[in-house]
């Protein structure tokens, strides 16, 4: 019977110190001050590729533009048979991207002496390559938030539907760069004319959908 009250004493004096070292705080101060101190950990990353297919292009670069890109996104939603509403949740993403723009060299070229050294020469109309968004430096910001609502729902449909927003975005770049463009495929078409040694006193580049005359022929 004594021991048994001596067993009882034992647990009853061991249970609090027990309960603190398992206790979450204390856990992390060990593991700060004795394990990370005198343990080794060595890690290794591995990368692998897989190619899914394998194929030329045939794309002219002509320009390229960088934005610091802003998406926001407001969202309200009610409950209760929609008789409640709950507070707006606002939230933003932010990255910098850059657009790559090209005209396609197995699309319809041509060229047309119009008089002696004038050139018109009409070309595929601008498209864009896939955006390259800086993952590394994009920002999620919460500008608006509320005890109710799941800001990281509005967050992940952001970066769920990024990439056609950044697409939509491209297509509405497009004007930005027609000149620089169009500077690019003058100086192409000027290095060809040199090299063929024909005159080129003016060039006037065309977009396809420019051009509202007939196509000329090769």
Do not use: C
């Not at 610091?68 to 933003?92: A, D, G, M, Q």
């Not at 000149?179 to 003058?186: D, L, N, P, Y």
């Amino acid at each position: 019977m004594k021991k048994i009250f001596v067993v009882l004493i034992l647990v009853i004096l061991l249970i609090p110190p027990m309960l603190y070292l398992g206790s979450v705080g204390v856990q992390n101060w060990v593991k700060s001050q004795w394990v990370e101190k005198w343990s080794r950990e060595d890690s290794e990353t591995e990368l692998k590729s897989f190619i899914n297919q394998l194929s030329g292009v045939q794309r002219l670069q002509v320009a390229e533009l960088k934005q610091y890109e802003k998406v926001t996104r407001k969202s309200r939603k009610k409950v209760f048979w929609e008789k409640l509403e709950l507070p707006v949740v606002i939230v933003s993403v932010e990255v910098p991207v850059t657009y790559t723009y090209y005209v396609d060299l197995k699309e319809t070229w041509s060229a047309v002496e119009q008089s002696q050294g004038d050139w018109l020469v009409v070309v595929p109309d601008l498209e864009f390559n896939p955006p390259a968004a800086e993952i590394s430096q994009l920002q999620v910001k919460f500008e608006k938030s509320s005890l109710f609502r799941n800001e990281m729902e509005t967050k992940n449909q952001i970066l769920s539907q990024m990439s056609s927003y950044l697409r939509d975005r491209a297509q509405a770049h497009r004007p930005l760069v027609m000149e620089q463009a169009r500077k690019e495929i003058q100086a192409l078409v000027r290095q060809w004319l040199n090299q063929a040694q024909k005159s080129n006193d003016h060039i006037k580049v065309l977009f396809l959908s420019e051009n509202q005359s007939p196509q000329p022929k090769h």
